[in-house]
Each structure stands twice: as C-alpha cells, then as structure tokens.
Antibody, heavy 121, light 109 residues
Framework: EVQLVESGGGLVQPGGSLRLSCAAS????????MHWVRQAPGKGLVWVSR????????MYADSVKGRFTISRDNAKNTLYLQMNSLRADDTAVYFC??????????????WGQGTLVTVSS | SYVLTQPPSVSVAPGKTARIPCGGA??????VHWYQQRPGQAPVLVIY???DRPSGIPERFSGSNSGNTATLTISRVEAGDEADYYC????????????FGGGTKLTVL
C-alpha cells in the first residue's frame, strides 16, 4: 500500500524558514516524480513544485521560485521542501503527491494527509 | 498562464446525475484529471486521462473532454459523493506546470 506521510509544518514568522518532509513507503520511491501541492485555508489546490525520481529535474511555480527548494533522498525514501523567506500568503496545508506519469501527462495518484504551515508574527 | 474555470457549487438530488464542468481554452487539446476532496481529507484521484477510473472508484464516475469544456459526471449520486471536486491539467512551459481549477462544491440535497 502506498503511504505518504508529511511532517515539519508549524508556526513561523514572516521571513523565516521551514523544511517539510514526506516519508514514502509501499512503492519504489526512486522511480517516481514527486510533487508538493498546497491549499490555503478555505481555498483550492495549488501546485508548488516537482522533482524527478533521479533528481535530475526540478520545477517550481512562479510564486515560490527562488524561495523554495525541492529535494529528495532516495536512500531514505523521503521528499523535502525547503521554504525560505516565508510570507503570510504561504500559509497553507502542504501535501506531497506521487506522480503517475511525470514524463508525459503528470497527475497525482497518491497523496499524503498534509502538514499545516502558518506564517504569522 | 492557463486558467481552468469551475462553478463554485453544484447541487443535485440523491439518485440523479451531477455534471461538473471545467472550462479552459481549447482544453480538448489537453489531458484532464479529476480529484475528490472531502472536508479535512487529502484529495483522491477519481478520473485520469480525461475518462479513465482508478481501481476502487465506482463506475458511476465518468469524464469527458471536448472543445473548451471537460466534464466530470457522477451518475446515481449518493450522499457520500458530497465533496469538493477539482480538475487539473499540466502545462508544458517553463513557467506553469500544474494547473488546478478553483474547485466545485457538490451538494447532495
């Protein structure tokens, strides 16, 4: 059974940093593109970033480009999101998601339960 | 940037058919996926590649994509189908990537 478990969320001041983790199990982690998707309170889903299985490719939404860094450790089956220069509008639940067809028509066939990031003074 | 437009809400009586549209410029040239999200839960994939259903998703869920509108159709609606539904496409340019519609709240009357 595919399992994705996020951690690392919490309260952080504007301008601060946070690193999210997503522990994966139940599948060959290194074979899949992985993504971060966020959802502000009461709002819709917004794609954030993605990384190829062998770490040779990454991509970011314009809203986080230059501030967030996606990475992965395939030996630990773990996905990361380093978030710097955080702003109030980064407040959201952050989901990690597995990409079933990353090289052609990316979509998300498994999701974690999410971790809440709150940016506030 | 590419925009997907969904109505904020759709209401349907139990046993009837719900149709949730997802509008986008020439969306028929893109591949659309659909997710269901119940309150407080993670999204769940219900339709991929415009019309395919993952294992475990009832046959009552179907999808289509034509012209400027993709549609998620739920037949014989049940109370348990009440949720938010999101369409999603991938835009292959350096500045876009994943695009979601704004979501539609399905209310079962």
């Amino acid at each position: 059974e595919v399992q994705l478990v996020e951690s690392g969320g919490g309260l952080v001041q504007p301008g601060g940093s946070l690193r999210l983790s997503c522990a994966a199990s139940g599948f060959t982690f290194r074979s899949y593109w992985m993504h971060w998707v966020r959802q502000a309170p009461g709002k819709g889903l917004v794609w954030v970033s993605r990384i190829k299985g062998d770490e040779t490719g990454t991509m970011y939404a314009d809203s986080v480009k230059g501030r967030f860094t996606i990475s992965r450790d395939n030996a630990k089956n773990t996905l990361y999101l380093q978030m710097n220069s955080l702003r109030a509008d980064d407040t959201a639940v952050y989901f990690c998601a597995r990409d079933r067809d990353g090289d052609y028509v990316p979509y998300f066939d498994s999701w974690g339960q999410g971790t809440l990031v709150t940016v506030s003074s | 940037s590419y925009v997907l437009t969904q109505p904020p809400s759709v209401s349907v009586a139990p046993g009837k058919t719900a149709r949730i549209p997802c509008g986008g410029a020439n969306i028929a040239t893109k591949t659309v996926h659909w997710y269901q999200q119940r309150p407080g839960q993670a999204p769940v994939l219900v339709i991929y590649y415009n019309r395919d259903r993952p294992s475990g998703i009832p046959e009552r869920f179907s999808g289509s994509n034509s012209g400027n509108t993709a549609t998620l159709t739920i037949s014989r609606v049940e109370a348990g189908d009440e949720a938010d539904y999101y369409c999603q496409v991938w835009v292959w340019d350096a500045n876009t990537g994943g695009v979601f519609g704004g979501g539609t709240k399905l209310t079962v009357l």
